[in-house]
Nanobody, 122 residues
């Protein structure tokens, strides 16, 4: 089983910064793509940023230039550096990973973290 544990959420004023972390643990062969999603109250869960195992990234238009996704493959951890936060960034942020459990079985499985709350307030 694979577990994703997020940390780093909290309260911040507009223009401030936060850094989210998500560490994967358990028994698996490799972690392929990792991503951050967010879900505001009453809204759907949306992709914020995505990173491949090779380090290629893409971002939602709303966060380009302000957020940076990165990963440490040795630590099985993905990060989201969030700068210049806006009130509309208030949401629960979820870590997501596509994992290959076995070296011999190529099947990939999707996992979600439990979410971490980010609140941007004046």
């Amino acid at each position: 089983q694979v577990q994703l544990v997020e940390s780093g959420g909290g309260l911040v004023q507009p223009g401030g910064s936060l850094r989210l972390s998500c560490a994967a643990s358990g028994s698996f062969f490799s972690i392929n793509a990792m991503a951050w999603y967010r879900q505001a109250p009453g809204k759907q869960r949306d992709l914020v940023a995505h990173i491949t195992s090779g380090g290629n990234t893409n971002y939602a238009d709303s966060v380009k230039g302000r957020f940076t996704i990165s990963r440490d493959n040795a630590k099985n951890t993905v990060y989201l550096q969030m700068n210049s936060l806006k009130p509309e960034g208030t949401a629960v942020y979820y870590c997501y990973a596509i994992v290959q459990l076995s070296a011999t079985m190529k099947n990939e499985y999707q996992y979600w973290g439990q979410g971490t709350q980010v609140t941007v307030f004046s």
